[in-house]
């Protein structure tokens, strides 16, 4: 596959005769290490910035026309769109194709204005759909093109969110804050412990070379994640409601357990992954600070068991993936990583074996899975033209 920014370039080229683009931009993808679904509850999430990206090249025209192509393999026909710059009477609205509304959302709630009209290629190496952030790459991408265009006021928390508003009204899907955060404000050589309550952020540093993060991606997506990440959102909410809280990281265990019998099963049981997890998280956030990568091995799988038995947004692959790797010595542990119903499991293990662990997995794993070994990354910015 071309890198991103050579086949956008390229596409630029070929769709607008032959012009160069007057500015090119990008924001990663994301691998989270731990923390999961605890975001929307304002817990802690641990995701590190990938070198896997999202690239959009373009330039402004004097009209009020946004002319947009895509190179992305998988996205939805047609890839090339035409539309207006929005106005208060006019405003931007979700259709298709789908790749376009990511785009479109981010535009209609920038800040700053009137924007320009413009002619942009994007191009990615984030899969699509594979549990990555493919679509908040997307988001955080435009968001750092329009940056270039009409300047905002510069503040990355707002540009964050400005993206997750994107993913709520245009997108239709409730997420939490941690893909867009991640994509903004990821770190070379650390992952970040986000507080998703505060947004305060801590980087910690992983940068032991005798150490690995192994990304597989099962290839598989189960249609599950629309409906389901909506309702385990609601469950969290009344759940929280329900014990008095705000939200469930104001909850401890012995809130919950003194609440048991007033409770669902589902509901007990959705809470127990959340409060868990947020414990998971802040301890293994303290286990990578010390260097105690088994510790923080053997909570990533406690949060895999967690996610597949209470919270049950797991599949038979990504649970086979997991049980594959853990057989391996040197591998530290592995879980199912985002939202879940398909796509990655992350593993941490030791440098030495991550060839093995790949050929193991492509041996023993029913399906057909694709593998990146990666590091920690930078979050968006702007290319040299
Ligand atoms: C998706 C959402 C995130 C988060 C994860 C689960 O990736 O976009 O906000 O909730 O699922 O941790």
């Known amino acids: 596959m071309p890198a991103p920014e050579d086949?956008?370039?390229?596409?630029?080229?070929?769709?607008?005769?032959?012009?160069?683009?007057?500015?090119?931009?990008?924001?990663?993808?994301?691998?989270?290490?731990?923390?999961?679904?605890?975001?929307?509850?304002?817990?802690?999430?641990?995701?590190?910035?990938?070198?896997?990206?999202?690239v959009i090249v373009g330039s402004p025209r004097e009209d009020k026309k946004i002319c947009l192509v895509t190179t992305a393999e998988g996205a939805d026909e047609p890839r090339t769109v035409e539309f207006e710059t929005p106005s208060m009477n006019t405003p931007l609205t979700p259709g298709v194709p789908k790749w376009a509304n990511y785009v479109k959302g981010v535009i209609q709630h920038y800040k700053?204005?009137?924007?320009?009209?413009?002619?942009?290629?994007?191009?990615?190496?984030?899969?699509?759909?594979?549990?990555?952030?493919?679509?908040?790459?997307?988001?955080?991408?435009t968001y750092t093109f329009l940056q270039q265009l009409c300047q905002d006021d510069g503040n990355l928390v707002q540009k964050a969110l400005t993206c997750q508003k994107a993913e709520h009204t245009f997108a239709g899907v409730p997420c939490g804050i941690m893909d867009q955060f991640i994509s903004v404000m990821g770190k070379e050589g650390s992952a970040l412990l986000i507080d998703c309550r505060s947004l305060e952020v801590k980087p910690l540093p992983?940068?032991?070379?005798?150490?690995?993060?192994?990304?597989?991606?099962?290839n598989v997506r189960h249609e599950l994640t629309g409906s389901e990440y909506p309702t385990r959102r609601r469950q969290c909410e009344d759940t929280a409601k329900a014990l008095?809280?705000?939200?469930?990281?104001?909850?401890?265990?012995?809130?919950?357990?003194?609440?048991?019998?007033?409770?669902?099963?589902?509901?007990?049981?959705?809470?127990?992954?959340v409060i868990t997890e947020i414990q998971r998280t802040e301890k293994a956030a303290e286990a990578l600070e010390k260097g105690d990568y088994r510790l923080f091995g053997k909570l990533m799988v406690e949060s895999h068991n967690s996610l597949r038995d209470d919270y049950e947004v797991s599949c038979p692959e990504l649970d086979e993936l997991v049980s594959i790797a853990v057989e391996i010595p040197g591998v530290y542990g592995s879980r199912m990583t985002g939202g879940g119903f398909g796509g990655c499991t992350v593993t941490l293990l030791e440098t030495s074996v991550a060839e093995r662990t790949k050929q193991q997995i492509k041996e023993k794993f029913q399906g057909s899975p694709s593998f990146y070994i990666t590091k920690p990354s930078a979050g968006s910015g702007v290319l040299p033209p």
């Open 244 to 273: 008095g809280k705000e939200s469930l990281r104001d909850a401890s265990m012995e809130d919950l357990e003194a609440k048991k019998d007033s409770l669902s099963e589902v509901c007990y049981r959705r809470a127990h992954h």
């Open 112 to 141: 700053a204005g009137p924007i320009p009209g413009f002619n942009a290629v994007i191009a990615t190496s984030v899969p699509l759909g594979g549990g990555l952030s493919s679509s908040a790459s997307l988001e955080v991408a």
């Open 7 to 54: 086949d956008a370039r390229r596409a630029f080229a070929e769709t607008f005769g032959g012009k160069e683009p007057q500015v090119a931009v990008f924001a990663p993808g994301r691998v989270n290490l731990i923390g999961e679904h605890t975001d929307y509850n304002g817990g802690f999430v641990l995701p590190m910035a990938l070198p896997l990206i999202t």
């Open 206 to 218: 992983l940068t032991d070379p005798k150490l690995s993060v192994l990304i597989t991606n099962s």
